[in-house]
């Protein structure tokens, strides 16, 4: 499975929607990328399952845990930080140019 490229990431919080870019390339089950501009870490790929940690700065600074299942170019999963835990969806808006 791939599931490297661009993602729109929307959280759905009880202040409305955020979206963010998510960008992501994977190597075996490790995952790297950035959550709106920043690195991710503890990034896991395991088949259809993506975890990762992320840091933000607004509302808060804070990490938050996402755990998402992965479904062609669609993912859907939690984002938990602190005490709430905000369910969010993912599409991907383009993949990693192959090399010729």
Known sequence: ??????WHL???????????????QSAGEALNGTF?????????????RVTFTASITSPIRTRIKCAAQVDGEAMTGE???????????ATRSSSPVESS
């Open 1 to 6: 499975m791939s599931i490297d490229g661009k």
């Open 36 to 48: 709106d501009g920043r690195p991710l870490s503890e990034g896991r790929l395991q088949g259809a």
């Open 79 to 89: 984002a938990r930080a602190l005490f709430m835990t905000v369910p969010f969806t």
């Open 10 to 24: 929307t959280l759905v919080t009880g202040g409305g929607e955020e979206t963010v870019e998510l960008f992501l």
